[in-house]
């Protein structure tokens, strides 16, 4: 996989701003059909990495712009209405940038953060199939004889960029029963990524299968990641933000679409009274209920962006889990609203809607897909823990 040539720097939040949106324009314009085709948006990817975007969450003492977590899930959230599986393919690389930024030595993040800048993206390899917690995962890693690396043996699932990253981030477990992240060249003899990824949803976002067959990495790629739930940090919330912010993309783009196509196809049914469906009052009903819900789930994911700014400015006990609080609020609410537009869209729009060349389908699909990721009635049992029993949610990155 080659690196992106002439990489722009981003320096602030508004110029981030302002590229996403003008990049979201680009990606739109073939969406559809590279759901339809399955085709993989190795071109479209290029281009989203020589934007420079994919380095807005190095910290500025690195050379990056730094930007805010209402900044980075805006961004995402734009890359999301345009193409919902380019809005996923980089939550893990910024997901990574987050377990560098909290747990990384000054020289890891140096370099890792440095080839960022110049264009490498960062994949994952985090899921394995048939285990229930990091502890059950057989990914193994062992040292290598006497020298200063390490092998890692095991197979990976749900490997979302894998297939289109320069490093994959892995989660290994050593000897001693410790979990650590391990920074994995792409090219490395005895790595295998596998395109076998058959979701109905997020069908380009190549998360499928990787398996290391006695990989060596060198140490220094090499960071902790269980001690990053082990005291309050923010890597679990960042998770799951982005999760938010791809959902809310969905959603924004299955209720454009409707506006779209029942302004200018779809007939009025006959008992409204109307000559147009845009004036049928009660597709004008469903239309506002649509909205609100939307336009809380934004509000809600800048809310949760600000609370998780200052945890990371702060991060302890108490802003840790108001931030999660905030993050899980965002997630139930965007999950739900994303189905929603994408299923309701049909029903305002009507049967004409269904038919392939629209590819109006993919909006659901991909909500479906996407938000199976966590269970949401569990985001529910922690807000109300947390607000009725002062109950902190756990330290991981599920809630």
Known sequence: MTLSTHVALITSDEQALIVASDLAEDLRRDSAQRDRERRLPLPELD???????????????????????VTLTKVIALIAQADASLGQIPQNH?????????NGSPAQQQRLYAEVLAGQRFGNALAELGTKTAHDRVTRLTRDGDGDGFRINGRKFYATGAIYAQRIPTSVVDENGIQHLAFVPRDSTGLTVIDDWSGFGQRTTGSGSVVFDNVRVAAHDVLPFQSAFERPTTVGPLAQILHAAIDTGIARAAFEDALHF??????PWIDSGSDKASEDPLTLKSFGHLSIRLHAAEALLERAGEFLDRAQADSHAETVAAASIAVAEARALSTEISLAAGSTLFELAGSQATLAEHGLDRHWRNARVHTLHDPVRWKYHAVGNYYLNDEKPPLRGTI
């Not at 281009?47 to 977590?69: C, D, E, H, Q, T």
């Not at 910024?94 to 909290?102: G, I, K, N, W």
């Not at 029942?262 to 007939?267: D, L, N, P």
């Open 47 to 69: 281009v989203f990495s020589r934007s420079g975007l994919w380095g807005i969450s190095v910290p500025k003492a690195y050379g990056g712009a730094g930007v805010s977590n």
């Open 94 to 102: 910024f997901y990574a940038l987050e377990v560098l930024r909290v």
């Open 262 to 267: 029942v302004r200018t196809k779809t007939r």
